[in-house]
C-alpha cells in the first residue's frame, strides 16, 4: 500500500480513510505493507499490527515552489524502498496505491514486478477547481490522475458522485469502479460521553454561547466564505453563539481578515491546527456541526459529527448528499447560499426536539452502514476479485489456458 498520509502525517480524508482502513485489514487477517513519505517525524518503521509493517520514507528536501517536483521525487523515494521488500518477501498479491500523489511509484512497481495495481481515487484536481485545470500545476496533476485510473485494474471511489467524476474526467469505465465508502468509528466519542467536557468547553466559549463548529481544511473548496457570509443573519436570529472553525491551510489568515472585514471577527475562534484528541472533544461539545462545502467528493467529517451525536447541517453537494438525508439525519441545504445556510443552522438550534432525532437517527446509520469492519470486508472483495482475475492472463494480456 502506499499512502501519502499516515499517522503522525495527516491532512485530510485520505489520510483518515488509511489510517481507519489499514487496522481493519489487519483485524480481517490481512498483510499489508504501507509505504508512505516520512513527512512530519514518526519512526522509520513500525510493526503496527499483527500483519502490519509501515515504512516511513525519508523525502528529499521539500520544494515550497515546486511541489508537482517534491511528490515526483519522493516516488523515487518510495520506488527505491520498495525494491528491497519484493526481494525479500518474493511476492505481494497486488498494490494498492491511494490518489495521485503516489501515483509515479505505483505505476513502477506495477511494471516492473509484474504485480496488478488497485487506485483509491479520493479527489480529482479538476473536481476541486470545479470542472475547470486554472493553470500548469493543475494540469500536470490531472495528468497524472488519468495514468493512474487507465494503469489500475480497478478503482474504489468512495461514492456515486465521484465515480461520475472519475468516468466524466478521465473516460473510465463504470464496469472498472467499485464504489466503497468511507467510514467512522465510534468508540473514540463513546468514550467521551463520561468525561466532564465543560472546563474543555470554556476555551472556545462562554457556557451560554452554542458552538457553530466546523473542521477540515482552511480553503475556499470548503464553503467557508458561505459561512462567515451567513453569520450575520444567524446571528440576528441566534444571538449568543460562537462559530468555531479547527484547522489549517493557506487561507486561513484571509477568512480572519474577511471575517474581521464583515465586523464578525469576535464571534469567530480560528483554532488553527489542533490534535486529534481536541477535536473530537469539540464535536462532542459543539451544538452543530457544519459543512458547507463548494466541492466535496464524499464528507469523512459528516460521519464523525454523526458518530459525536452532533446535529449537521450540509451544502448539498458532492458526496455530502448521499452521507447525510434531509430531515432524517441531518439538514442538507443549497450550495454556495448563505441565507440557506443560515436558515439551517437556525432550524437545528431552535428546533431541539427535531434536531435530536436526527442525531439519533444518524448515529444508528453510521453503526449500521458507514463502520470500518464493512468497508474492509469491501475492499478485500475487490483484492480478491483483482488477484483472481491477474491469474488468468499472462502479463501480456493473453488469456492463461
Known amino acids: 500500500m502506499l499512502s501519502w498520509e499516515y499517522p503522525p502525517h495527516n491532512v485530510g480524508g485520505l489520510g483518515k480513510h488509511v489510517t481507519d482502513l489499514v487496522p481493519a485489514l489487519d483485524a480481517a487477517g490481512i498483510e499489508v505493507h504501507l509505504l508512505t513519505p516520512r513527512l512530519r517525524d514518526g519512526e522509520p518503521f513500525t510493526r503496527e499490527g499483527t500483519n502490519i509493517y509501515c515504512y516511513r520514507i525519508e523525502p528529499p528536501l521539500i520544494d515550497p515552489t515546486d511541489f508537482f517536483a517534491t511528490a515526483w521525487q519522493t516516488n523515487l523515494k518510495l520506488q527505491e524502498a520498495a525494491e528491497p521488500l519484493f526481494a525479500k518477501f518474493g511476492h505481494f498479491d497486488l498494490i494498492h496505491a491511494h490518489d495521485w500523489l503516489v501515483a509515479a511509484a505505483g505505476e513502477y512497481l506495477k511494471h516492473r514486478f509484474h504485480t496488478p495495481l488497485l487506485a483509491t481515487i479520493h479527489a480529482t484536481e479538476r473536481g476541486r477547481g470545479r470542472g475547470q485545470l486554472p493553470g500548469e500545476l493543475p494540469r500536470a496533476i490531472n495528468n497524472v490522475e488519468w495514468l493512474l485510473t487507465f494503469e489500475a485494474w480497478r478503482i474504489i471511489c468512495c461514492s ?157 453537494t458532492g458526496g455530502l448528499s448521499e452521507v447525510v438525508t434531509n430531515h432524517e439525519t441531518g439538514i442538507v441545504v443549497q450550495p454556495s447560499n448563505p441565507d440557506a445556510l443560515a436558515w439551517g443552522i437556525l432550524h437545528t438550534l431552535n428546533n431541539a426536539d427535531w434536531s435530536a432525532t436526527r442525531v439519533t437517527n444518524a448515529y444508528k446509520m453510521v453503526k449500521a452502514v458507514y463502520n470500518w469492519q464493512n468497508i474492509a470486508h469491501q475492499t478485500i472483495a475487490t483484492y480478491q476479485r483483482i488477484i483472481e482475475e491477474s491469474q488468468t492472463v499472462s502479463w501480456d494480456g493473453v488469456e492463461k489456458d
Open 160 to 316: 456515486k458522485y465521484m465515480t461520475e467524476e472519475v468516468r466524466d474526467y478521465f473516460n473510465t469505465p463504470l464496469d472498472k469502479i467499485d464504489i466503497i465508502a468511507n467510514g467512522v468509528n465510534t468508540t473514540k466519542f463513546d468514550a467521551l460521553e463520561r468525561q466532564d467536557l465543560s472546563a474543555f468547553r470554556s476555551n472556545y466559549a462562554a457556557p451560554d454561547q452554542k458552538i457553530i463548529f466546523y473542521v477540515g481544511r482552511v480553503v475556499e473548496e470548503k464553503g467557508l466564505r458561505v459561512l462567515i457570509e451567513s453569520a450575520d443573519k444567524v446571528r440576528a436570529g441566534y444571538a449568543k453563539v460562537k462559530f468555531v472553525i479547527a484547522g489549517t491551510g493557506h487561507q486561513l489568515q484571509e477568512f480572519r481578515n474577511f471575517a474581521n472585514g464583515l465586523g464578525q471577527g469576535s464571534h469567530f475562534y480560528f483554532t488553527g491546527f489542533i490534535s486529534d484528541e481536541d477535536r473530537d472533544k469539540l464535536y462532542k461539545v459543539a451544538d452543530v456541526a457544519v459543512f458547507p462545502s463548494l466541492y466535496e467528493p464524499f464528507g469523512i467529517v459528516a460521519l464523525e459529527a454523526m458518530a459525536a451525536e452532533v446535529p449537521v447541517v450540509v451544502a448539498d
